[in-house]
């Protein structure tokens, strides 16, 4: 798996910055090279960092991130994803 930064909150928490959480899931999930995440690459994302229910809540972040509806996360997206994954998600996205 590509690099995570290794700090961490006191609430256990993984903190990065949006840029780092976008290098993390394109460089370790982007499995076709094409520069957006598909939902099927973030169910990946999220069973193989130990998500529980990882097709419910990767299609929860979907929904959530997917603001025009194309089926995949694109660059102008990816801040609507971290912010979803700042709440709901074992990680703390800094600014």
Do not use: Y
């Not at 930064?5 to 993390?24: A, C, I, L, P």
């Not at 090279?33 to 929860?60: M, Q, Y």
């Amino acid at each position: 798996m590509a690099f995570i930064e290794r700090n961490v909150s006191s609430d256990g928490k993984r903190v990065m910055t949006v840029e780092q959480f976008r290098r993390w899931l394109m460089t370790a999930f982007d499995a076709n090279g094409d520069g957006r995440i598909s939902k099927s690459e973030l169910r990946r994302a999220v069973r193989l960092t130990g998500g529980l229910f990882a097709s419910w809540n990767s299609g929860l972040a979907f929904r959530s991130a997917d603001a025009n509806q194309d089926g995949f996360i694109d660059e102008n997206e990816f801040r609507n994803l971290a912010q979803f994954a700042d709440k709901h998600f074992n990680v703390k996205i800094t600014r």
